[in-house]
């Protein structure tokens, strides 16, 4: 019996790879301090830009976190948690996805360094907990209030969201377009401030400079008249908005017919004529002197408008049609026959304009649009894909800093602030969570450093410049990236919503624990269509 060999036991598939304990953990945190790594040069005023070129060719200019980490089609099972950081902080507020991801690589290498000295993964993810909780009481009490007819404060808002991007060299213009936009689609619902940034549409279209983006007190449409013949412009328009076809609809099952008499045909071409004429006179007698139709419109009818003098654009989006229903008061009346004049909208103007090499609807002069649409323009379509996604970060942090009311100063200034809280709460716990705190303060400062070291500044001696400042009772002490020196962020105009910091803190937190609580990796086996992330050479025993 003592000679037999013990018969090995898999209860995994063949061709599965499995990671366990200190060497998945190192692992794990390796991939996400990459991604961290790759999007960190990017934050701030002096921060740079990514080009992604995809398996196609097509090619993206940017310095947004989220469209890099998109643009990248990271494999690695980490690395993706992380994206996700970026993720939630776009659909939250729409900004701050770089400083998100980047504080959620530092708490991972902080943690890191933890480890080393023999610190249970559980003890740090529940001192990085209790740091998080206490982070969210910080922030919120350093923070100002803010209303909508604090006009100075939203243009700072939105400038400084701005700076650093392709949008930059415009951004007073631009800024004053986003707060005007934000208070026409701004509500209010049992005294809650509600703002649904998908009622301010961004409409590209190369051509012209950035200073020739507009806003239109309406929608402009990506579509032309759809006849010749219809007038180019429409005053006091009467607009009906139909989500049916306006041409003679086919019978759902087959059906033959036969004519035997020459004459018979005729009177069936009259009989289809005389339908679609009929269709045009409802539409005419609502009072309607605009249309526009989510599906097609027959040619016939198309002539039939045009005697009437009725403007018409066909197949518009449905997303279009929504927006013209919130901006007109328009009601989208899917049957002809149920159309009358207070399913009509209003607009003081329906015109066809020439913008660039294409014909374009502009929709304008509603009364209280609730609706409204910014018609960005652009040298190239990367100059025009960027400053659309700086105009989409300003209008996400205008509508979070109207939505909380709360507002900190930028430049790092919060942070630093946050990481001396954060100490002092250090002090007052016992164990080996207080490591855990501390190290949490540690990796909320990387965010000034980092700012330090993309504008070519000694970090060190910036860091120890914002200490003594905040030491000194300076809450909005930031980082100056243009003179090198230490300055007061609110004083400067620099100011970001709460919103940014308090999910940015939180979504990297809570991805920093769940990546550490991780003890085993089990990756299946790797087939033809499926090829697993790869490892450097010496960490490949996770796949």
Not at 62 to 80: C, F, R, S, W, Y
Not at 273 to 299: L, Y
């Amino acid at each position: 019996m003592a000679n037999q060999q013990v018969q090995p036991i898999f209860i995994l598939p063949e061709g599965t790879q499995r990671s366990q304990g200190r060497n998945a953990q190192r692992v794990n945190i390796m991939a996400a301090k990459l991604v961290a790594e790759t999007v960190r040069t990017t934050l701030g005023p002096k921060g740079m830009d990514k080009m992604i070129v995809d398996s196609l060719g097509d090619i993206t200019v940017t310095n947004d976190g989220v469209t890099i980490l998109e643009e990248m089609q990271i494999e690695h099972p980490a690395a993706k948690m992380i994206v996700e950081v970026a993720k939630t902080q776009e659909d939250e507020v729409g900004d701050g996805t770089t400083t998100a991801v980047v504080i959620a690589g530092e708490l991972l290498k902080n943690a890191e360094d933890l480890l080393e000295k023999n610190i249970h993964p559980t003890v740090i993810a529940r001192g990085y907990r209790v740091a998080a909780e206490k982070s969210q009481l910080i922030l919120n009490e350093i923070a100002e209030n803010i209303g909508e007819n604090d006009g100075a404060l939203l243009k700072n808002i939105a400038m400084t969201s701005m700076t650093g991007k392709g949008a930059e060299a415009s951004k007073e213009k631009l800024s004053e377009i986003c707060v005007k936009a934000v208070k026409m689609v701004m509500e209010k619902v049992n005294g809650k401030t509600m703002i649904d940034s998908e009622n301010i549409k961004l409409e590209k279209k190369v051509g012209g400079s950035v200073e020739d983006t507009e806003l239109v007190e309406g929608i402009v449409l990506d579509k032309e008249r759809v006849h010749s013949g219809m007038p180019r412009i429409i005053k006091n328009a009467k607009i009906a908005l139909i989500d049916s076809a306006v041409e003679i609809r086919n019978t759902e099952t087959d059906a033959k017919i036969q004519i035997t008499d020459p004459s018979k045909l005729q009177e069936f071409l009259d009989q289809e004529e005389r339908m679609i004429r009929t269709m045009v006179e409802k539409i005419a007698k609502s009072g309607a002197n605009v249309v526009f139709c989510q599906k097609g419109v027959d040619d016939l009818a198309q002539h039939f408008f045009a005697k009437k003098g009725i403007y018409v654009a066909r197949r518009v989006k449905k997303t279009d049609m929504e927006a013209l229903e919130r901006a007109t008061g328009a009601r989208i009346v899917t049957s002809i026959d149920d159309l009358s004049d207070s399913d009509l909208g209003s607009a003081g103007i329906v015109e066809e304009v020439k913008v660039g090499d294409e014909e374009m609807t502009y929709v304008r002069e509603c009364r209280l649009p609730k609706a409204v649409t910014i018609l960005i323009r652009g040298g190239t379509e990367h100059v025009v894909d960027e400053v659309k996604r700086a105009l989409d970060d300003a209008v996400g942090d205008l509508s979070a800093a109207l939505r909380t009311g709360k507002i900190v100063g930028g430049a790092g200034a919060p942070e630093m602030e946050l990481a001396r809280g954060l100490r002092k709460f250090a002090d007052s716990l016992s164990g080996r969570e207080q490591l855990a705190v501390q190290a949490f303060a540690e990796a909320i400062e990387v965010i000034p450093r980092t700012l330090a070291e993309n504008s070519g500044l000694d970090p060190i001696e910036i860091i120890t410049g914002l200490k003594s400042a905040h030491d000194k009772g300076n809450k909005w002490a930031g980082v100056d990236v243009f003179s090198g020196k230490v300055m007061d962020a609110w004083r400067e105009g620099v100011i970001e919503p709460l919103k940014i910091k308090t999910q940015a803190v939180s979504s990297a937190a809570e991805v920093a624990v769940m990546i550490l609580r991780i003890d085993d990796v089990i990756a299946g086996g790797t087939s033809k269509d499926r090829q697993m992330p790869q490892m450097p050479p010496d960490m490949q025993g996770m796949m």
